[in-house]
């Protein structure tokens, strides 16, 4: 097997449970409900939609028309990891929601 067939099987590989995740989280899930809700559903679909491309360009090549495609696919990947950083900040800048110390995995915390 060449390196490109297993990069070829191994992206196939990624592109189905990422396809798959987005649509049912999508269609089964009131992801809607909360900011962590919407950019989970952003984070999946960008994912899967550059997975997909990757099946699109092997089955298509690069068409015309595929240029329109990856742009706005990385576009929305470029949208998702920024709206992450952000998060990632304004977690930073709260700080922990938990500041007890660590409990043994096991162990009860002392709430008296």
Known sequence: MTATVAGNVLLILAAIPATAAAVLYGTRVTWWRSR??????????????????????????DRWWFALLRAG??????????????????AYREGSPDESPAQPIGEQPDVS
């Not at 809700?37 to 550059?50: E, I, K, N, P």
């Not at 470029?78 to 998060?87: D, I, P, S």
């Open 73 to 90: 696919a990385y576009a929305a990947v470029v949208a998702a990891l920024w709206w992450r950083l952000l998060f990632v900040y304004q």
């Open 36 to 61: 962590w809700g919407r950019h989970l559903f952003s984070y999946m679909t960008a994912v899967a939609l550059v997975t997909d491309l990757g099946i699109i360009r092997l089955m298509f090549g």
